[in-house]
């Protein structure tokens, strides 16, 4: 599966963005999509997943302020982020997770100057 992230960009703090992660190849396989981010100097870390169902968690830094969806007829998935704050700062990836495996999407960065 092959993943393409987009949407990233500079907004200030309060402000809104949208990230899109378009899938191709054998998207029949995937089971969950996921967006995660990495903040300089620190770990990957989880930000939100949606399962085939429509099934969504959320990490609780973003719980109320994020919401994921997906466009099954599209291929694509969303990373709708609102009120956002300086910490949201990062490069934001999404991923596919398969029974064979999972696949990762080329980083997209986000920055939220206070």
């Known amino acids: 599966v092959q993943l393409q992230a987009s949407g990233g960009g500079s907004v200030q703090a309060g402000g809104s963005l949208r990230l899109s992660c378009a899938a191709s190849g054998r998207i029949f396989s995937i089971n969950v999509m996921g967006w995660y981010r990495q903040a300089p100097g620190k770990s990957r870390e989880w930000v939100a997943s949606?399962?085939?169902?429509?099934?969504?968690g959320y990490a609780s830094s973003v719980k109320g302020r994020f919401t994921i969806s997906r466009d099954n007829a599209k291929n694509t998935v969303y990373l709708q982020m609102n009120s956002m704050k300086p910490e949201d700062t990062a490069v934001y990836y999404c991923?596919?997770?398969?029974?064979?495996?999972?696949?990762w999407g080329q980083g997209t960065q986000v920055t939220v100057s206070s």
């Open positions: 949606i399962s085939n169902e429509g099934s969504t």
């Open positions: 991923n596919a997770v398969r029974v064979a495996g999972v696949d």
